[in-house]
């Protein structure tokens, strides 16, 4: 699972939104539209995920990570492991959307907000001091090197 943060449209655009749904309207873009036809599909591309080679050292990387976060000052309650295998398969996933067959350390680095700002519990200090689990998962990658 991730988080991702969708803004709201712009104020008039909102409001025509509601008219229509108000009047029982089709509301213009927002028609749901399947991207994968069924269930086969979806396993046979996480089946292909699977297969995103991921070099020694990017797992080192990731697991760099995991470690990192829940040794961060700020953060009480780091990823678990399931939180980490789930930013593999999204890294992996990424790479494979991009027609890649092998994962790079920037496809991890890139999902570590998404995949875990909500699974992590900040400390009570880094609350008091404004810091988000954006910035707190931002400052766990800006110290862990990435491997080239």
């Known amino acids: 699972a991730l988080r991702l943060l969708v803004r709201h449209p712009p104020d008039a655009a909102e409001r025509e939104l509601l008219q229509a749904a108000a009047e029982g309207r089709p509301v213009d873009g927002l028609e749901l539209k399947p991207v994968l036809s069924g269930a086969e599909e979806v396993l046979k591309l996480r089946r292909a ?3 995103v080679h ?68 900040l400390t009570a200090e880094a609350e008091i001091e404004g810091l988000t689990p954006a ?14």
Do not use: M, N
């Open 54 to 121: 991921t070099a020694e050292e990017t797992v080192d990387y990731l697991h760099r990570l995991a470690i990192a976060t829940r040794a961060s000052t700020h953060i009480e309650v780091g990823p678990s492991t399931r939180a980490t295998l789930a930013l593999l398969e999204v890294a992996r996933a990424s790479a494979l959307i991009e027609q890649r067959d092998f994962l790079i350390p920037d496809d991890v680095k890139r999902f570590v907000e998404p995949a875990w700002s909500h699974r992590i519990r």
């Open 135 to 148: 910035l707190a998962l931002q400052r766990v990658t800006d110290g862990v090197k990435v491997p080239h």
């Open 49 to 51: 995920s699977r297969l």
